[in-house]
């Protein structure tokens, strides 16, 4: 099975920061990455599919990168509203494996 | 608008069975192929199963295999996951999705306690 890492598990920063959220492959994945964010007590919601795609209706200020191994959501400049936790998704082979996701705070 | 509505969620002993439904619309249900995945109380996403828009292709996580069945009725348009021989560590907030886990329902909860 492919095993995600993510890191940092944690993460506290300030409104307009710009924020970034690594995710490591434990073998070539290519581009087959999705990042979601999850609100408290709502279900995960897509934001970055294929490593580097931005999901319709997604803020511009969240993007992706990365292939391989290594991958990274970014996020411009930090919102209020971006507080959630994040999870990365390989679908690149079965069994699909998630991160063990960041959990985002303001600072 | 697309929508996903789990239900069958509720509490069980352990060694007893559950089914599960999830309800789509908004979307031609027959075109997709759709994924359960699972969330334990204050924990990961873990995925567990996914059925291809006919039913010809099906896979299961290693620890749901022979235990749990992904299915589904595309004249119904609903999805379903059938649990025997459940076990403490399946308590979790099961969600149904998309395939490309574009959407997701809101989860049915499955406890799992004598």
């Known amino acids: 099975d492919i095993q995600m890492t993510q890191s940092p598990s944690f993460l506290s920063a300030s409104v307009g920061d710009r924020v970034t959220i690594n995710c490591k492959a434990s073998?070539?994945?290519?581009?087959?990455l999705n990042w979601y964010q999850q609100k408290l007590g709502e279900a995960p919601k897509l934001l970055i599919y294929?490593?580097?795609s931005l999901q319709t209706g997604i803020p511009s200020r969240f993007s992706g990168s990365g292939s391989g191994t290594d991958f990274t959501l970014t996020i411009s400049s930090l919102q209020p509203e971006d507080v959630a936790t994040y999870f990365c998704l390989q679908h690149n082979s079965w069994p699909w494996t998630f991160g063990g996701g960041t959990k985002l705070e303001l600072k | 608008e697309v929508q996903l509505v789990e239900s069958g969620g509720g509490l069980v002993q352990p060694g007893r069975s559950l089914k599960l439904s999830c309800l789509a619309s908004?979307?031609?249900?027959?075109?997709?192929?759709m994924n359960w995945i699972r969330q334990a109380p204050g924990k990961g996403l873990e995925w567990v199963a996914s059925i291809s828009s006919s039913s010809s292709y099906i896979y299961y996580a290693d620890t749901v295999k022979g235990r749990f069945t992904i299915s589904r009725d595309n004249a119904k348009n609903t999805l379903y996951l059938q649990m025997t021989s459940l076990r403490s560590e399946d308590t979790a907030l099961y969600y149904c999705?998309?395939?490309?886990?574009?959407?997701w329902g809101q989860g049915a909860s499955v406890t799992v306690s004598s």
């Open positions: 908004g979307f031609t249900f027959s075109n997709y192929g």
């Open positions: 294929n490593a580097n």
């Open positions: 073998q070539n994945i290519n581009r087959y």
């Open positions: 999705a998309r395939l490309a886990m574009d959407a």
